[in-house]
């Protein structure tokens, strides 16, 4: 088989997969013509089939389809040993019927169980191109053929793929009873607070020390709060230090007073002593 023609099945029963719910095993319903065709044209059939689809098989016939094949004679023994090497698929048909009215009932009218028709009967493929989600397969000119989807098949796609864009059944439900018990809360509108990073800061007052009363009471004025940490810390460490100086003050005025009382002592017993020397 050539790539081009592959590549084209395997996205054709990749549609069947991912819309319908085809699945390997794919199931293969054989006819009894096809049976003819695969002993005439010498083809292997079960190998054939399993390059078309893309995949693994399980072939199967109906006992409708045999019984065709035994009415036959002997001249088609081989197409009846092959059709005995596939599965028996249960048609329950008590007295036979012809092979295209049993396949048409056993895939019915929406191939409830996914099976591709592989079959050689022109109105057989008739009928089953108007049912959905039926792959069918045939031989022309020795080549086996998968047929391309039926108009049938491409609407339903189309519609099941709209259907699945829309809301549910069970989900308009849910949300009808959401709506019913919680009912939406509409939003006060009032007027809105200023920004707080753009409102300043309180000015915090410091009440001055309370004077004599007899000088009477003056008024308290408001001060301004000092801001910054680090000038208050630098005033306190002024007001230390001048407290430090004027505690050492009376020490140092004593020690100054001392050493003048020295040095008139000195002057005054200089003149004795250089009379003496006289």
Not at 128 to 154: C, F, G, K, Q, Y
Not at 219 to 240: I, W
Request: glycine letters at 4%; one cysteine or more; hydrophobic letters at 30%.
């Amino acid at each position: 088989m050539r790539q081009k023609r592959a590549k084209a099945y395997r996205k054709l029963m990749a549609l069947y997969s991912m819309s319908f719910g085809f699945r390997q095993p794919y199931q293969v319903l054989v006819d009894s013509e096809m049976c003819k065709a695969a002993t005439d044209s010498k083809i292997e059939l079960a190998k054939q089939l399993n390059s078309v689809l893309q995949g693994d098989i399980k072939p199967m016939i109906t006992q409708c389809c045999i019984h065709e094949l035994y009415l036959l004679g002997k001249t088609q023994q081989p197409a009846v040993d092959l059709a005995k090497t596939f599965e028996r698929r249960k048609c329950n048909h008590r007295e036979p019927i012809p092979g295209d009215d049993c396949l048409t009932s056993v895939v019915g009218e929406t191939n409830k169980h996914r099976y591709v028709v592989a079959t050689q009967s022109h109105p057989l493929r008739v009928k089953l191109r108007s049912i959905p989600a039926v792959p069918i397969v045939h031989v022309n000119r020795s080549v086996m053929v998968l047929e391309p989807p039926s108009d049938a098949t491409i609407r339903t796609k189309e519609y099941s793929e709209e259907q699945a864009l829309h809301v549910s059944g069970t989900e308009q439900r849910s949300l009808a009873s959401s709506s019913t018990t919680e009912p939406p809360r509409k939003k006060k509108k009032g007027p809105k607070g200023p920004n707080p990073l753009s409102v300043k800061k309180k000015v915090e007052t410091i009440k001055p020390p309370a004077k004599d009363k007899g000088k009477g009471k003056e008024k308290e004025k408001p001060v301004a709060a000092v801001r910054n940490p680090v000038v208050g810390e630098k005033r306190k460490r002024d007001d230390a230090h001048e407290s430090d100086r004027t505690e050492q003050a009376p020490a140092d005025s004593q020690q100054e007073q001392s050493r003048r009382k020295k040095k008139r002592k000195r002057k005054a017993a200089e003149p004795i002593e250089r009379v003496a020397d006289t």
